[in-house]
C-alpha cells in the first residue's frame, strides 16, 4: 500500500519558470492537502479540496493553483517560481487523521 | 483563525527518560489535537490525536494530555529510545480539514 506518492522528489528552477507539483493517494480518502514547510514555521497549508471538485484556500495560496483531478490525484501548480517559493512541499490526504507523503524539495534560483 | 504555540523548541534527553512537548491554542472551538513526528527526509507521521470529548489518550510509550479550560496540550514519551529522535509537532483544527501546526519541537535522545 503505497499511501501518498509525490512525484518529483526534487526539483531545481529558475525564476519565472512554471511547474506543476503531482500528488496522488491509494486511500480512497476523500480531502486532500498541499503545505510548505519552511525551517522554524512548521507546516502552512496552501490549499485543501475536502472532497473531488472542491478547491479551498489555506493559510499561504498566493502564487500557487491547484486541480484536484479526480479522488486520487491532487496537483500543485507554480505558474511563475519565485524565490521565496523555495521550500519543502508536502501533499496530505484525509478521512480521519492526515497522512502525508514523502515531500518534494523545490528550489527557485 | 487559529494560532497554536509549541514549545520548547528543542528537547534533548537521556535514553529511558521521559519527554514533555506542549502546545498551545487561541481557538476555543479547535476539538481535534493531532500529533506528528517527523523524521529527517521524511513527511510527516501522525502518531497520536486526542478529541475534545476526552482528556488523556495513551499508545504504548506516548500519551496526550488535554486541558481545554486552559487551552493546551502536551504530548508525554516516556522510557525514550534513540528511535524516538524526530521533530515532533503538535496541531488543532476545529473541522478536521484546515489544521494549524505549531513550529515543531526537535527531539534528540542521547544513548
Known amino acids: 500500500n503505497a499511501g501518498v506518492t509525490q512525484t518529483p522528489k526534487f526539483q531545481v528552477l529558475k525564476t519565472g519558470q512554471s511547474m506543476t507539483l503531482q500528488c496522488a493517494q491509494d486511500m480512497n480518502h476523500n480531502s486532500m492537502y498541499w503545505y510548505r514547510q519552511d525551517p522554524g514555521m512548521g507546516l502552512r497549508l496552501i490549499y485543501y479540496s475536502a472532497s473531488e471538485g472542491t478547491t479551498d484556500k489555506g493559510e499561504v495560496p498566493n502564487g500557487y493553483n491547484v486541480s484536484r483531478l479526480n479522488k486520487r490525484e491532487f496537483s500543485l501548480r507554480l505558474e511563475s517560481a519565485a524565490p521565496s517559493q523555495t521550500s519543502v512541499y508536502f501533499c496530505?490526504?484525509?478521512?480521519?487523521?492526515?497522512?502525508f507523503g514523502q515531500g518534494t524539495r523545490l528550489t527557485v534560483v | 483563525g487559529e494560532n497554536v504555540e509549541q514549545h520548547p523548541s528543542t528537547l534533548s534527553v537521556q535514553e529511558g527518560d521521559s519527554a514533555v512537548i506542549k502546545c498551545t491554542y487561541s481557538?476555543?472551538?479547535?476539538?481535534?489535537f493531532p500529533w506528528y513526528k517527523q523524521e529527517l527526509g521524511k513527511g510527516p507521521q501522525l502518531i497520536i490525536d486526542?478529541?475534545?470529548?476526552?482528556g488523556e489518550k495513551k499508545d504504548q510509550r506516548i500519551a496526550v494530555t488535554l486541558n481545554k479550560t486552559a487551552k493546551h496540550f502536551s504530548l508525554h514519551i516516556t522510557e525514550t529510545q534513540p528511535e524516538d529522535s524526530a521533530v515532533y509537532f503538535c496541531?488543532?483544527?476545529?473541522?478536521?480539514?484546515?489544521?494549524?501546526f505549531g513550529a515543531g519541537t526537535t527531539v534528540t535522545v542521547r544513548a
Open positions: 486526542i478529541r475534545s470529548n476526552v
Open positions: 481557538d476555543s472551538a479547535s476539538n481535534y
Open positions: 496541531a488543532a483544527t476545529f473541522n478536521d480539514y484546515k489544521l494549524s
Open positions: 496530505a490526504s484525509s478521512q480521519a487523521g492526515q497522512f
